[in-house]
Structures are given as structure tokens and as C-alpha cells.
């Protein structure tokens, strides 16, 4: 079986790029064709749906660095990897947020819900990832979708109490359009993967 070595190539191909400083000078030294492929990609999301920021979408993929792959594969990996580093980062925000003392009881408790949502967040995008290496879309998309929405859950446990103001109003909804990046792509791609084999069989079931 080729799946634990895929899957395991894939933790390590994430955690590198985690680990590996992305250079200040990445923006300038993208080329014509990567900015071309995010900005079809970006607006064709957009077209697709309501909550997708085309903005959002653009600035974040121009962020790629340019050992990238700039194709739609390396797209949705980079969607799912900005989604990791994101919610890495919120989860210490969290922990800080925590330690401060600053907050009563109910948000104390909310912040405690969204640091368990984020910390099965980080488990959930890398099985994403892992899937969509291995060609298994439709479970990408379903994992994606459950990081989506544990950022709502997070942004929700806060809107429980009258007067509470959620501190993760930006972090949420950053991982939510991160995620929504990956998704969309992912869909794309799992679309175009449709093999005509499959559309013919579909094709015939509809004709009856
Ligand atoms: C994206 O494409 C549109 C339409 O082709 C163009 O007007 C716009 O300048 C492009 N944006 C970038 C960032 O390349
Ligand atoms: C999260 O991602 C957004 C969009 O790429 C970026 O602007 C922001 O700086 C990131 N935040 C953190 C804390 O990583």
C-alpha cells in the first residue's frame, strides 16, 4: 500500500514549509503566471460564492513563495498550509489571551471551547491535506468544511452572553477564508478529476 508513505510525505511536506521562513523579497520575485493562475482562481471562487472575499483571496496567495508549485494542486496546499500556520498562531494567541486574567468567567470558558476547536483544527487540516494527496477530494472537502466551521462554533461561543465582545473576531474569520480558499480549489480540482468513465455512467442513470 502506497498510503502511509504518501501520508506521512505530506505531514513533512506541511511542517517544512511551516518551518522554512518565507523570504521578504517572495512578492517581487513571483512571476507573471503565478500571480495570473491566483487571480483566475481567486475570481472564479468569488463568482462561486457569497462568503468568499476575492480580496482576502488575492493577498493571501500572493504570498507564495516561489519554490511553489503554481498550479491548482499547489494552490490548495498552500490554502491548507496558510490555514495551518494560521491556526497554529491563534491557538498561542488563545493561550496568551488565557493567561492574562483580564476576562470573566463566561469568556474564559469560550476562549477554553474555541482552544479545543482550534487545537482538533490543526489534527483536521493535516488529514485534509493528507487526503487531497491522495487523491481521496471528497474527504479533503468534508475536513476542510469541519475547520470552517469550528471557526463560526469559536465566534459563536462568544455571542451566548449579552455585552461580550469575542477577542477572535479577525483569527476566525481569517481561518474561515483561508479554508474556503482550500475549499473551493479543492472542489475544482476534484471536479476536473471526474473522470469521463464516471460521467458516462452518470449520464446514462440520468437518461432514465
Ligand atoms: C486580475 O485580473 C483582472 C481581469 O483580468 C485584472 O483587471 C486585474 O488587474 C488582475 N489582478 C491582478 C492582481 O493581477
Ligand atoms: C493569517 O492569514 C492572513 C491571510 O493570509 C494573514 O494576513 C495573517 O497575518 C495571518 N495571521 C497569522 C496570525 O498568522
Known sequence: MKIIPVFSSALCFLFFLLVTPTPDNSISTLDASTIDISNRTCRK????????SYDFCI??????????????????IIGMELALENATNTISTIKYLLTCGALDHFAVAALQDCLELYSD?????????????????SVAEVKVSAVMEASTTCEEGFSEKKGVVSPLT???NNLFQLSDIALCIIHMI???AFSSMEMA???KFASF
Open 45 to 52: 471562487c468569488a463568482e462561486d460564492s457569497k462568503t468568499f
Open 59 to 76: 493577498s493571501s496567495l500572493q504570498t507564495i513563495p516561489v519554490s511553489h508549485v503554481t498550479n491548482l494542486h499547489g494552490l490548495a
Open 121 to 137: 483544527a490543526l489534527v483536521t487540516i493535516v488529514d485534509a491535506a493528507a487526503a487531497f494527496l491522495t487523491e481521496h477530494y
Open 170 to 172: 479577525e483569527e476566525n
Open 190 to 192: 476534484s471536479l476536473a
Open 201 to 203: 455512467i452518470v449520464l
